[in-house]
T-cell receptor
C-alpha cells in the first residue's frame, strides 16, 4: 500500500510570492491534515479536511489555506510568503478521523523563503 | 501555548538498556495519545498509541504508560537498539482529528 505522498520535496520562493503544496493520502483515508514543523516549535497544526470540508483549523493567519478534492487529495496554499514561513510542511492522512486512528505522515515539503 | 511538552530535548542510553521518554500535557480533554519516531529528511512514523481509558499499551519492545491524574505520558523502549536512535514526538488528540505535538526528544542509543 502506497504511503502518503507529498510534492514537491523542496521549494525555494521569495518573499511576497505564493506557493501550493500537494498531498496524496493513503488509499481509503478520507481525513487529511497539514502541519508546520519549525526548529524548537515542534509540529503545529494548520488544518484538517474530511470529505472535502475543512473540519478543524489551527491558529495560523488567513494566508494559509487549503482544500480537499473528491479523491481525498489535498492542496495547501500560502500567499504573500514571509521569511518566517520557511519550514517543513507535513501532510498526514488517517482513516476516518473520528475513531482512534493514528495519523500517517508523508515525508514533507521543505519550503525556504528568501 | 504549548499544551504538550517534552522537557528533555535529548537522551543518551546504552544499547540493551531501557530508554524512557517522557511527555506532559495540560488539557484534560485529550482523549487519545500517540508516539511518533522521526528520522532526518523523513516524516514522523507512528509507533504506538493509547486511549485515555487505558493506562498501558504494549507492542513488542515499546510500552506506553498513561497517568491521567498526573497528566503524564511515557514511552519505554526495552531493550534499546542503535536503530532506535531518532527524534521521538508525543502527540495528543483533542476534538475531531486535531493533534497537539511535543517539541521532540532526540534519543541516541550508544552501541
Amino acid at each position: 500500500k502506497a504511503g502518503v505522498t507529498q510534492t514537491p520535496r523542496y521549494l525555494i520562493k521569495t518573499r511576497g510570492q505564493q506557493v501550493t503544496l500537494s498531498c496524496s493520502p493513503i488509499s481509503g483515508h478520507r481525513s487529511v491534515s497539514w502541519y508546520q514543523q519549525t526548529p524548537g516549535q515542534g509540529l503545529q497544526f494548520l488544518f484538517e479536511y474530511f470529505s472535502e470540508t475543512q473540519r478543524n483549523k489551527g491558529n495560523f493567519p488567513g494566508r494559509f489555506s487549503g482544500r480537499q478534492f473528491s479523491n481525498s487529495r489535498s492542496e495547501m496554499n500560502v500567499s504573500t510568503l514571509e521569511l518566517g514561513d520557511s519550514a517543513l510542511y507535513l501532510c498526514a492522512s488517517s482513516l476516518t478521523g473520528t475513531v482512534n486512528s493514528p495519523l500517517h505522515f508523508g515525508n514533507g515539503t521543505r519550503l525556504t523563503v528568501t | 501555548d504549548q499544551q504538550v511538552k517534552q522537557n528533555s530535548p535529548s537522551l543518551s542510553v546504552q544499547e540493551g538498556r531501557i530508554s524512557i521518554l517522557n511527555c506532559d500535557y495540560t488539557n484534560s480533554m485529550f482523549d487519545y495519545f500517540l508516539w511518533y519516531k522521526k528520522y532526518p529528511a523523513e516524516g514522523p512514523t507512528f509507533l504506538i498509541s493509547i486511549s485515555s481509558i487505558k493506562d498501558k499499551n504494549e507492542d513488542g519492545r515499546f510500552t506506553v504508560f498513561l497517568n491521567k491524574s498526573a497528566k503524564h505520558l511515557s514511552l519505554h523502549i526495552v531493550p534499546s537498539q542503535p536503530g532506535d536512535s531518532a527524534v521521538y514526538f508525543c502527540a495528543a488528540r483533542l476534538t475531531g482529528n486535531q493533534f497537539y505535538f511535543g517539541t521532540g526528544t532526540s534519543l541516541t542509543v550508544i552501541p
